[in-house]
């Protein structure tokens, strides 16, 4: 699956502390994505990376922040973590600038207490 | 940002019997991808779709693009236990994508 690998898979975490999702992929791609799922809502996008430090806001950015500083790795943090972001969260490749596909990590899913 | 409308939300069928799903925007699409989610799995990616009025097939499966390039469909065509998930469509302006809803399908056997 285009050798994606999010951590942590799951996490519990409590209100008001920090929490760092990883997005790590081992082909080289440029475009990557982190995405949020709720039911009701399909997916939305976070944020999203078009390249080492070179980062851009989705349209439910507040209270996310994200990092870039390897090809490899997608760094998703919540500063402080409230309970409406419990969610399963996805990290997404798209293969090649101009392509439409993309193609999604396992996902984490974090509850926040 | 762009408005993807899917529906119906949920899709109750016996096996062998067709399903369809429906994409729908207010305003014309550059492009449509359409998406297959298990239960506890992730998306995964289905096909594309880009020229007004397209039709693809992939086995059980026919994904159209509308003329005006304002709607898009997935049908499958007698259901098997397989083919339960969540089908979303999605489509892309600029570096970002904009998911609909989904279509949660389940198939009696």
């Known amino acids: 699956d285009a050798g994606i690998t999010q951590s942590p898979r799951h996490k519990v975490t409590e209100t008001g502390t920090p929490v760092t999702l990883r997005c790590h992929q081992t082909?080289?791609?440029?475009?990557m994505y982190w995405y949020r799922q709720d039911p009701g809502h399909g997916l939305r996008l976070i944020h999203y990376?078009?390249?080492?430090?070179?980062?851009d806001k989705g349209e439910v950015s507040d209270g996310y922040s994200v990092s870039r500083s390897k090809t490899e790795d997608f760094l998703l943090t919540l500063e402080s973590a409230t309970s409406s972001q419990t969610s399963v969260y996805f990290c997404?490749?798209?293969?090649?600038?101009?392509?439409?596909?993309?193609?999604f990590g396992p996902g984490t899913r974090l509850t926040v207490t | 940002g762009q408005q993807v409308m899917q529906i119906p939300q949920y899709q109750h069928v016996q096996e062998g019997e067709d399903f369809t799903t429906y994409c729908n925007s207010s305003?014309?699409?550059?492009?449509i991808q359409w998406y297959k989610q298990r239960p506890g799995g992730h998306p995964v990616f289905l096909i594309q779709l880009v020229k007004s009025g397209e039709v693809k097939k992939q086995k059980r499966l026919t994904f159209q693009f509308g003329e005006a390039k304002k709607n898009s469909s997935l049908h499958i065509t007698a259901t098997q236990t397989t083919d339960v998930g969540t089908y979303f469509c999605a489509e892309n302006t600029g570096n970002q994508f904009y998911f609909g809803t989904g279509t949660s399908l389940t198939v009696i056997p």
């Open positions: 990376s078009y390249g080492v430090k070179d980062t």
């Open positions: 082909e080289n791609h440029r475009y």
């Open positions: 997404a490749i798209t293969p090649a600038s101009g392509s439409y596909e993309q193609y």
């Open positions: 305003t014309t699409l550059s492009n």
